[in-house]
T-cell receptor, first 113, second 115 residues
Framework: GAGVSQSPSNKVTEKGKDVELRCDPISGHTALYWYRQSLGQGLEFLIYFQGNSAPDKSGLPSDRFSAERTGGSVSTLTIQRTQQEDSAVYLC???????????FGPGTRLTVL | AQKVTQAQTEISVVEKEDVTLDCVYETRDTTYYLFWYKQPPSGELVFLIRRNSFDEQNEISGRYSWNFQKSTSSFNFTITASQVVDSAVYFCAQPMDTGRRALTFGSGTRLQVQP
């Protein structure tokens, strides 16, 4: 079946602009995660959605970052007033209800000039 | 919070050599899961294995095997008869904390398999 998809695959933006990154999880997966991968920080957790529960936002680095998940499926990660340090690969993953195994999408490479 | 340590930053081997990637974890939980992921040059993280702490038996999947040792808090990954296609960054991971499903990852080990 189809895996996790993310769009765009690459995004170049200017400092100060807002960006939206999209994630389409595997059909039927109830949990959705966002991570960030950068050279200096490795793989970092950002936010986690599980069904209708309140999301775990504890990994968001600042209030410029937000995410929503509509209808329990597609998720959008929004970064407002982008900074150069936001440049990274943003990875989305989803997992089914009964296991913790997370399946990752191809990522969105964000470059802030 | 839990912690995962992958002390080997980079390993280079010649094709057909066996290679072991080390993973040491710290956890306060009595039952827990551990994971390995592969990240090839294309960039996508590929799931390899999920291991429950209940089961200490070693696991083998083709040329891949995993050695889980609770006594030393290690979950090492061995590739037998390595191939060029095994070249990738390999990550060990576990849930970030008790009851949390988000993962904390080690810093990764870059494996280069030379022809």
């Amino acid at each position: 079946g189809a895996g996790v998809s993310q769009s765009p695959s690459n995004k170049v933006t200017e400092k100060g602009k807002d960006v939206e990154l999209r994630c389409d999880p595997i059909s039927g997966h109830t949990a959705l995660y966002w991570y960030r991968q950068s050279l200096g920080q490795g793989l970092e957790f950002l936010i986690y959605f599980q069904g209708n529960s309140a999301p775990d936002k504890s990994g968001l680095p600042s209030d410029r970052f937000s995410a929503e998940r509509t209808g329990g499926s597609v998720s959008t990660l929004t970064i407002q007033r982008t900074q150069q340090e936001d440049s990274a690969v943003y990875l989305c993953a989803s997992s089914p209800q009964v296991t913790d195994t997370q399946y990752f999408g191809p990522g969105t490479r964000l470059t802030v000039l | 919070a839990q912690k995962v340590t992958q002390a080997q930053t980079e390993i280079s081997v010649v094709e057909k050599e066996d290679v072991t990637l080390d993973c040491v974890y710290e956890t306060r939980d009595t039952t827990y899961y551990l994971f390995w992921y592969k990240q090839p040059p294309s960039g996508e993280l590929v799931f390899l294995i999920r291991r429950n702490s209940f089961d200490e038996q070693n696991e083998i999947s083709g040329r891949y095997s995993w050695n889980f040792q609770k006594s030393t808090s290690s979950f090492n990954f061995t590739i037998t008869a390595s191939q060029v296609v095994d070249s990738a960054v390999y990550f060990c991971a576990q849930p970030m904390d008790t009851g949390r499903r988000a993962l904390t990852f080690g810093s990764g080990t870059r494996l280069q398999v030379q022809p």
